[in-house]
């Protein structure tokens, strides 16, 4: 017994020392690295297509969100599938129950293809991990759009953008100055401080102020909450100290409003100091009845839902194929162009007061 | 003593005996395919074989070493993130700019050292491997974190892409499948065809006397730890390239599927018994329940609802089994003497 278990041992070490050398050869013969991999990028789109053909109907058309079960989706798929059902098709929704089971949302993929329907609308949990399957969907002749999270522009043939940046963000500063009546102090609170898209978002914030209908309204800082609740209340409470003449705050982030909303409605400053952003209905809606908050703003995901149904069904019926400049008819939203990188944009964002955020659910 | 090195004491029990809980988990999974082939849309063809095999491949790569561990009384609850982290640093060499060809034999050292610090716990510090690796799944998890961010690396060279996704032609086999074949092969070789492998089952059974007969327990233990590492480390590549993905998040819950396919598979948690054959039928018979499920709409929540409940009859059923065979043996003994006292059982 000993024996077998010594050799074993010895022949541990010896497989370790192999691998080591091994690893010492590929280095000192290069290989293949990340500047090798040239990578064919570009569109999925391919094929042509007729703006006036008929639109198809009884195509089954498979809804795939992040997450199943999650307000946000659920508010989303259901605009899906009331407009895939009204175009005369069928609808069906599938997921995996966590937001980061890209495995999950793999086979899911890899199901639908299998089951043969005509399209899917797909959330992307990463930008990468559903490319090979949804290639392998393409290539059985599945239509795939993306909706609220895209992926790489090469494994799907439109994205459905829930907005544009630029419209993000100058609509934010437009609110803004509608509430304080185009003058006074205002301080952005944002999330952290190296996101991406908060970044897009207060670039085109900045240069909406530039304009000379703005020259009143003074940007005195901008704060970061790191998009977390505690830390968010302790930064609004901190802008308002040191700024006693600051007339509004804009928050364009979700968890950044509901925290200066809850601070605000708790504090002397309610309704005197106004706030702005992106939030959801359901967060803000006790600050809006208690007029903590006048009107924010967020893309309705029921509309985002619908316009990706409506893109898969041209994308099937051959209306479209993903080209830039491509046209087509979105039912009563009317009609929508596919702009670069095959992406359609649903549009400006809506804004939430106290007479439609009753109409919201999510 | 000779019951204690014999590897399957529960093949001269009679009736309990006959229906062997291994062998009964491999007719189930061939009677699900035989359903499945005749009844499931879309089951057959060979592109959804070939998909059902590559999302299971890394249950079934972990389930190799995993069987032998479990088999010697001991468990690697940080399997899930060793693939992970391995996942991470994969992605994070990537974006550095080194090559594959030296990232990958990187990454299996990174699965030894992973399995060696499971392992050197364990066998030096005497401390439960269940509370080692439930530290050390937080702590490799952890790591990865710091190592990738929240960042997902893509971009990996199309050949090794579609060597993990790709199958062979036209035909059912995903590329990945043949390693795979190669170390069952191995592994089912050393388990029940070497000293190693009776080794492995006289600790399980009783370490103590295995000490006694002369087994180096712990220098055996911590071997099946290193390998465990390594296979996860390997397994953590596969799925980089299967899903063409580095993310410090990948397999997470992983360990748990893998547990819940061994022991469905027959393997005794108590360690002593099991063949790796009911290990892989235990793998595939999930595999094939989730890929048939999804192709008729099972929502995801009931999916979890039904491996869950077989999973607890899976562990259920043998020690209901057993207790049932002892009665038995008892009523029809009360006049003879015992023959042969069955090993420690609930």
């Known amino acids: 017994?000993?024996?077998?278990?010594?050799?074993?041992?010895?022949?541990?070490?010896?497989?370790?020392?192999?691998?080591?050398?091994?690893?010492?050869?590929?280095?000192?013969?290069?290989?293949?690295?990340?500047?090798?991999?040239?990578?064919?990028?570009?569109?999925?789109?391919?094929?042509?297509?007729?703006?006036?053909?008929?639109?198809?109907?009884?195509?089954?058309?498979?809804?795939?969100?992040?997450?199943?079960?999650?307000?946000?989706?659920?508010?989303?798929?259901?605009?899906?599938?009331?407009?895939?059902?009204?175009?005369?098709?069928?609808?069906?929704?599938?997921?995996?129950?966590?937001?980061?089971?890209?495995?999950?949302?793999?086979?899911?993929?890899?199901?639908?293809?299998?089951?043969?329907?005509?399209?899917?609308?797909?959330?992307?949990?990463?930008?990468?991990?559903?490319?090979?399957?949804?290639?392998?969907?393409?290539?059985?002749?599945?239509?795939?759009?993306?909706?609220?999270?895209?992926?790489?522009?090469?494994?799907?043939?439109?994205?459905?953008?829930?907005?544009?940046?630029?419209?993000?963000?100058?609509?934010?500063?437009?609110?803004?100055?509608?509430?304080?009546?185009?003058?006074?102090?205002?301080?952005?609170?944002?999330?952290?401080?190296?996101?991406?898209?908060?970044?897009?978002?207060?670039?085109?914030?900045?240069?909406?102020?530039?304009?000379?209908?703005?020259?009143?309204?003074?940007?005195?800082?901008?704060?970061?909450?790191?998009?977390?609740?505690?830390?968010?209340?302790?930064?609004?409470?901190?802008?308002?100290?040191?700024?006693?003449?600051?007339?509004?705050?804009?928050?364009?982030?979700?968890?950044?409003?509901?925290?200066?909303?809850?601070?605000?409605?708790?504090?002397k400053y309610k309704g005197k100091v106004k706030l702005t952003g992106l939030g959801t209905p359901n967060d803000m809606r006790a600050y809006v009845k208690n007029g903590t908050v006048d009107a924010f703003e967020l893309w309705d995901p029921a509309k985002l839902g619908a316009l990706a149904a409506h893109t898969t069904v041209a994308l099937e019926s051959g209306q479209i194929s993903g080209k830039e400049g491509q046209t087509f008819k979105a039912g009563d939203m009317g009609e929508f162009t596919i702009g670069k990188d095959g992406v359609v944009s649903l549009g400006k964002p809506t804004v939430f007061d106290k007479s439609n955020i009753d109409n919201f659910k999510f | 003593m000779t019951d204690i090195t014999s590897p399957k004491p529960t093949a001269r029990r009679g009736l309990a005996g006959a229906v062997r809980w291994d062998t009964a988990v491999g007719v189930l999974f061939v009677l699900l395919l035989l359903f499945s082939f005749s009844f499931v849309d879309n089951f057959g063809n060979a592109l959804n074989v070939s998909f059902l095999i590559g999302n299971t491949l890394p249950i079934a790569l972990i389930a190799l070493p995993m069987t032998m561990l479990v088999i010697s009384g001991e468990v690697d609850l940080s399997v899930g993130s060793t693939v992970g982290l391995s996942s991470a640093v994969m992605g994070a060499l990537w974006n550095e700019g080194m090559a594959i060809e030296t990232i990958i034999p990187l990454c299996l050292l990174l699965g030894v050292v992973c399995g060696l610090i499971n392992g050197l716990l364990v066998t030096r510090l005497g401390l439960p491997s269940l509370a080692v690796t439930i530290g050390t799944m937080a702590a490799y998890r952890g790591i990865a974190q710091i190592i990738l961010g929240s960042d997902s690396v893509t971009d990996f060279p199309s050949q090794y892409l579609d060597f993990g996704a790709g199958r062979i032609g036209d035909t059912f086999i995903p590329y990945a499948a043949l390693p795979f074949v190669v170390l069952l092969g191995i592994a089912v070789v050393v388990l029940h065809a070497t000293p190693v492998g009776r080794s492995l089952f006289a600790i399980g059974a009783?370490?103590?006397?295995?000490?006694?007969?002369?087994?180096?327990?712990?220098?055996?233990?911590?071997?099946?730890?290193?390998?465990?590492?390594?296979?996860?480390?390997?397994?953590?590549?596969?799925?980089?390239?299967?899903?063409?993905?580095?993310?410090?998040?990948?397999?997470?819950?992983?360990?748990?599927?893998?547990?819940?396919?061994?022991?469905?598979?027959?393997?005794?948690?108590?360690?002593?018994?099991?063949?790796?054959?009911?290990?892989?039928?235990?793998?595939?018979?999930?595999?094939?329940?989730?890929?048939?499920?999804?192709?008729?709409?099972?929502?995801?929540?009931?999916q979890i609802l039904v491996t869950g409940v077989l999973l607890v009859f899976s562990v259920l059923a043998p020690r209901v089994g057993r207790q049932i065979a002892q009665a038995r043996a008892r009523k029809k003994t009360v006049a003879a003497p015992p023959s042969s006292p069955a090993p420690a059982t609930a």
């Open chain 1, 1 to 267: 017994m000993s024996l077998t278990t010594t050799t074993r041992t010895r022949r541990l070490t010896a497989a370790l020392a192999v691998t080591t050398a091994l690893v010492l050869g590929a280095t000192a013969c290069g290989g293949t690295t990340k500047d090798d991999a040239n990578k064919e990028a570009g569109s999925a789109a391919a094929g042509k297509a007729d703006a006036n053909a008929a639109t198809k109907k009884g195509l089954s058309i498979a809804f795939l969100p992040k997450q199943v079960n999650n307000p946000y989706f659920t508010t989303s798929d259901n605009g899906g599938k009331k407009a895939v059902e009204g175009l005369g098709s069928t609808y069906k929704e599938v997921g995996t129950s966590s937001g980061t089971d890209t495995s999950g949302q793999v086979s899911y993929v890899n199901t639908l293809t299998q089951q043969q329907v005509d399209g899917i609308a797909v959330s992307a949990q990463d930008p990468g991990a559903l490319c090979t399957a949804l290639k392998q969907a393409m290539k059985n002749g599945v239509s795939v759009v993306t909706y609220d999270s895209d992926t790489k522009p090469d494994c799907r043939n439109v994205f459905v953008s829930q907005a544009s940046a630029e419209d993000l963000g100058r609509t934010q500063v437009q609110q803004m100055a509608k509430q304080i009546g185009n003058k006074g102090e205002i301080a952005i609170l944002s999330a952290a401080q190296t996101a991406t898209n908060q970044n897009t978002w207060i670039d085109y914030m900045k240069d909406e102020l530039k304009k000379p209908e703005y020259k009143d309204i003074k940007l005195v800082t901008t704060a970061y909450g790191d998009d977390d609740a505690q830390k968010s209340f302790q930064q609004t409470q901190g802008l308002l100290q040191e700024h006693p003449k600051l007339k509004g705050i804009i928050s364009p982030t979700t968890v950044g409003i509901k925290a200066a909303a809850q601070y605000l409605s708790g504090s």
């Open chain 2, 206 to 302: 009783s370490e103590e006397a295995a000490r006694f007969a002369g087994i180096r327990v712990k220098r055996l233990k911590l071997s099946m730890f290193v390998t465990t590492g390594v296979l996860s480390a390997l397994t953590g590549v596969f799925w980089t390239l299967h899903y063409a993905s580095a993310r410090y998040d990948n397999a997470t819950g992983l360990e748990l599927s893998v547990i819940a396919a061994v022991l469905l598979g027959g393997i005794d948690f108590d360690g002593g018994k099991g063949t790796l054959g009911g290990a892989i039928a235990g793998v595939f018979l999930l595999g094939t329940l989730q890929n048939v499920m999804s192709l008729v709409n099972v929502s995801a929540q009931s």
